[in-house]
Nanobody, 123 residues
């Protein structure tokens, strides 16, 4: 079993930054696909970033490209999302996700999810 625990959310003003963390517990060896999702009130959950094979490749949606950076510390079994130049439209619950299956496309229905961390950006 794998447990994912997010942290780092909070409230910031537009233009500010936050770094989300996702600690993975359990049998996390060789999880080739990890990602970040967000869900704003009244909308569906969307995948915004992914990282493959421990950092070999990353992918972002256009809305966050150049502002957000996904990274992974394999020694600490922790996934990160550095978010810069935050805007009110980034306000959402953010979730990390992981999967053992290789070659996961973008977007992807991951098997393992964290509980979410709230990010609120005020103008």
């Amino acid at each position: 079993q794998v447990q994912l625990v997010e942290s780092g959310g909070g409230s910031v003003q537009a233009g500010g930054s936050l770094r989300l963390s996702c600690a993975a517990y359990g049998n996390t060896y060789r999880m080739p696909c990890m990602g970040w999702f967000r869900q704003a009130p009244g909308t569906g959950r969307e995948q915004i970033a992914a990282i493959y094979n421990g950092g070999d490749r990353t992918y972002y949606i256009d809305a966050v490209k150049g502002r957000f950076t996904i990274s992974q510390d394999n020694a600490k079994d922790t996934l990160y999302l550095q978010m810069n130049s935050l805007q009110p439209d980034d306000t959402a619950m953010y979730y990390c996700a992981a999967d053992y299956r290789p070659g996961c496309p973008f977007p992807f229905e991951y098997n393992y999810w964290g509980q979410g961390t709230q990010v609120t950006v005020s103008s």
